[in-house]
């Protein structure tokens, strides 16, 4: 059954408790470096840090009554394990977040504080699945994932629903794209709300499986990914690539290089904290700018999650 | 003649058009952290990347037209000199900036891309004030010192009467001080339009003359001024003592690791990029935390221009 505007609509008032409507910011400079009028929602601003805490809230706003009290579970070191353990806190519920035993102690940290119970495993896909399984078995835990998951695209749907209510006449609205929640949601939005409006995303090079997928139309899973951009190495699942094919005009790659520079000037210019996954967008389109020449573009700024001691500025 | 409140109100009228109004962020994090309920006051996203855009956007429009025409001139490697040239610029005058030939390679490029002449010279208090009595003889430009100025203090007022504006019924109101320039500017609109409301500064022990200067009552100049907060190295000067002493309650030293570590949570908490002289105020908060504990605290954020190459974070 396809994510309707209602469904879109309904999740905005049910998350509204557990999230921030986050500013819409511009700024000169970087408008006029790219000779775009530039509207940046910042979804660095959100709880939790990053966009994700809009789908997990959701997801764990939308089970049922017996569901909830037994918790979910989920398989991440990033930003979707931090959110869902902060919004399965914000209602008083278990989180289960299968780790990799490696992961950075700064991501376990967070993940801690918000109360959630970590259960670390190898660092292989096999090892990560077969530990959730276990969980989830123990626990009668609801597994949400990632972004393979309707109430997670139509919980990230809300952003872009906030950032063209909150911006004028948007010509376009781009967001990065890793597995596809956010990007899927933003196109279910631009949509219904604005279909005039192009929907374009930023890919890093080095894990370009959707730009791969969109051009010979099946999915094509991410290989041995490569990019500083650590949010984006997931590749596209079954629900969430058939509404990029349908709804996203464009996927623009770029180059870990040209990520660090966006980044930079976003830090720089806007004295914002971003993650490097976050940039990617505003890199895509100042590599394209000739498309962009003069257009209303709104560019979803999807986390701020950075560890301080190890930047990529040199 | 003493700054009057209508001083103050029309000198936020002649500089709105070159300033921005900066937003009132909270933060749930901080406030659960300091016992406080703290109102930041953004000049870290003011033009030029911090609050001396609106002492030196006074000065600059408050000038004769025949001054205007001849330009202003000052000595400063750091943000004062960035504010003035690019209050110059914006009005289509010329700036003189005396800056020491040593200064960091980024601090110059920001002056230069503002269009300012820059005039370089040895880097001792003898040198720069030759220097800049050399440039000012050259030009008849006018002189506009980073803070010991009537037009530069009630410039810097206007920060504490946006952030009194923005937010209700503060019991405090803090802000860092190295000349003094915004601390007896923002002492001068709390007295005006929050008499009740304490006004408290943060200062770097390493460079702690206002602390020193208010126990003896006179100006003790800074020797050999030693902190990572580099902006404020200065000492108090005779326009910006009297008032300090007269309306500010309390100043409080802090370390330069309470510093980074103030720094610190603001970047990772709030996710927005101050510099090191920005932090002083929530490290003295947080010193005495005891003394701010449920009270409703207003923080004028100071500024966001850092080198992200040589950061303090380990």
Redesign the interface.
């Known amino acids: 059954m396809p994510i309707t505007l209602t469904d879109i609509r309904r999740a905005a008032e049910r998350i509204q408790p557990l999230i921030h409507r986050t ?1 819409v910011l511009t700024c000169e400079t970087l408008n006029r470096k790219s000779g775009a009028k530039l509207f940046f929602k910042c979804e ?2 959100q709880r939790a ?1 990053a966009f994700k805490m809009r789908g997990a809230a959701n997801a764990v706003l939308s089970l049922s009554e017996s569901d909830r009290a037994k918790g979910v579970a989920t398989h991440s070191s990033g930003n979707h394990g931090q959110a869902l353990a902060k919004a399965a806190q914000s209602v008083g519920i278990p989180a289960y977040i299968v780790m990799p035993s490696t992961a950075p102690e700064v991501k376990k940290r967070a993940v801690a504080e918000y109360g959630a119970e970590i259960v670390f495993c190898e660092p292989t896909l096999q090892a990560r699945e077969d530990t959730l399984a276990q969980v989830i078995a123990r626990t009668e835990s609801t597994f949400v994932h990632p972004y393979n998951n309707e109430q997670v695209i139509t919980g990230q749907a809300t952003a872009a629903l906030e950032l063209i209510e909150d911006s004028e006449g948007l010509d376009a609205i781009m967001a990065p794209v890793g597995g596809g929640g956010l990007l899927s949601g933003t196109a279910l939005s631009a949509h219904y709300l604005l279909p005039q409006a192009e929907v374009i995303a930023g890919e890093p090079a080095g894990a370009d499986d959707a730009y791969q997928s969109l051009q010979v139309g099946q999915i094509i899973p991410s290989e041995k990914p490569n990019t500083i951009a650590d949010g984006l190495l997931t590749s596209l699942g079954d629900k969430t690539f058939p509404i990029i094919q349908e709804y996203v005009k464009e996927i623009i790659t770029v180059s870990d290089e040209e990520i660090i520079a966006a980044m ?1 000037l976003i ?2 210019r ?5 993650e490097p996954s976050c940039a990617v967008p505003l890199a895509a389109l100042l590599k394209q700018a000739d498309d962009f020449a003069g257009k209303r573009v709104g560019i979803i700024l999807t986390g ?1 999650n950075v560890d ?2 190890s ?1 990529p ?2």
Chains 1, 2 share one sequence.
């Open positions: 500013p660095n601003f840090g930079r830090w720089e806007m004295k914002i904290i971003i701020g301080l001691t930047l500025f040199s």
